[in-house]
């Protein structure tokens, strides 16, 4: 049974920063592609950042520059640190982990994921 379960999620002032965390269990896959999505309300989910098993990154270019995915193998976690944030970056934001490495060939898209967090709101004001 695999459980993804994010955390670090809260309301910062526009211009700061948050750490997303997202512990995964029960996730033995070898070769990996692990996701953060957003969705803004009356929004579809969209790809924020992508990390596969050799450690290949992927980020949509509005985050460029300002975040940055990892993951910390030992603890099976997964992070997203996040700066200089804007508002429109609101969101709720969610983990998600595929099998497959090409799920992270290009930006991360929610069709090519099976397993899902619960999520974590992020609120920026302005």
């Known amino acids: 049974q695999v459980q993804l379960v994010e955390s670090g999620g809260g309301s910062v002032q526009a211009g700061g920063s948050l750490r997303l965390s997202c512990a995964a269990f029960?996730?033995?896959?070898?070769?990996?592609?692990m996701g953060w999505f957003r969705q803004a309300p009356g929004k579809e989910r969209e790809g924020v950042a992508g990390i596969d098993s050799a450690g290949r990154t992927t980020f949509t270019d509005s985050v460029k520059g300002r975040f940055t995915i990892s993951q910390d193998n030992a603890k099976n976690t997964l992070y997203l640190e996040m700066n200089s944030l804007k508002p429109e970056d609101t969101a709720m934001y969610y983990c998600?982990?595929?099998?497959?490495?090409?799920?992270?060939?290009?930006?991360?898209?929610?069709?090519?994921?099976?397993?899902w967090g619960q999520g974590t709101q992020v609120t920026i004001s302005s």
């Open positions: 029960g996730y033995t896959y070898s070769s990996y592609c």
């Open positions: 998600a982990a595929s099998p497959f490495r090409w799920a992270c060939r290009g930006v991360p898209a929610p069709a090519d994921f099976g397993y």
